[in-house]
């Protein structure tokens, strides 16, 4: 089945430090990224949406300064959380889907950890 | 926004019970989509729904929707201590904008030997 490959799988930094997270599909299109955080015990709460080639969609309440995502490629988007804070400490996790395939499954990463201190 | 709510938000039973988990929704929706998650990982998708389908199966897995009353139903049958995770429903809707998928809260299914 199709894969997608999340890297860092967990990142532990200082308050202040920029860090990017990529989201890879490894045997398809992904035309549309999606990018979602979780809190411990929480649901997932999509952040932001973005198709290649074109700005991002983000979820209200996202800063878009904050959480800066690229879509250059139709293999790849990243994450970047620019100048993280510990109430940035969350799971991130992406997911991608092909075109046409708003009717099938959305595959996820393996999520990335990210600890802030 | 979150789009589903499951309940329970916690089950817990014995091995080889069934166990039955249930989805609501708001809005329209293309279709709907169960997810497992063990701790700390990521999801592993169980089973799709489309909105024009009404009961689908998959080996041990039951999910049923209802569109007039906006309700789904997880069922996993003869449950094994591997089953332990939380689950969710996800919601996937276009409606003229981009396509996305709405996740509810989960419920944590434990399963004891």
């Known amino acids: 089945g199709a894969v997608v490959s999340q890297h860092p799988s967990w990142v532990i930094c200082k308050s202040g430090t920029s860090v990017k997270i990529e989201c890879r599909s490894l045997?398809?299109?992904?035309?549309?990224m999606f990018w979602y955080r979780q809190f411990p015990k929480q649901s997932l709460m999509l952040m932001a949406t973005s198709n290649e080639g074109s700005k991002a969609t983000y979820e209200q309440g996202v800063e878009k300064d904050k959480f800066l995502i690229n879509h250059a490629s139709l293999t790849l988007s990243t994450l970047t959380v620019t100048s993280a804070h510990p109430e940035d400490s969350s799971f991130y996790i992406c997911?991608?889907?092909?075109?046409?395939?708003?009717?099938?499954?959305?595959?996820f990463g393996d999520g990335t950890r990210l600890s802030i201190l | 926004s979150q789009q589903g709510e499951e309940d329970p938000q916690a089950l817990s039973i014995q091995e080889g019970e069934n166990a039955t988990m249930n989805c609501s929704y708001k809005t329209s929706i293309n279709n709907l989509q169960w997810y497992r998650q063990n701790s700390g990982r990521g999801l592993v998708h169980l089973i799709l729904?489309?909105?024009?389908?009404r009961e689908k199966h998959s080996g041990r897995l039951r999910v049923t929707l209802d569109t007039s009353k906006k309700s789904s139903s997880l069922l996993i049958t003869a449950s094994r201590a591997a089953d332990t995770a939380s689950y969710f429903c996800?919601?996937?809707?276009?409606?003229?904008?981009?396509?996305?998928?709405?996740f509810g809260k989960g419920t944590l299914l434990t399963v004891n030997p």
């Open positions: 045997d398809f299109q992904a035309t549309t």
């Open positions: 997911s991608a889907k092909g075109l046409w395939a708003d009717n099938q499954p959305q595959h």
């Open positions: 996800a919601t996937g809707y276009s409606g003229g904008s981009n396509y996305k998928l709405t």
């Open positions: 729904i489309r909105s024009n389908e």
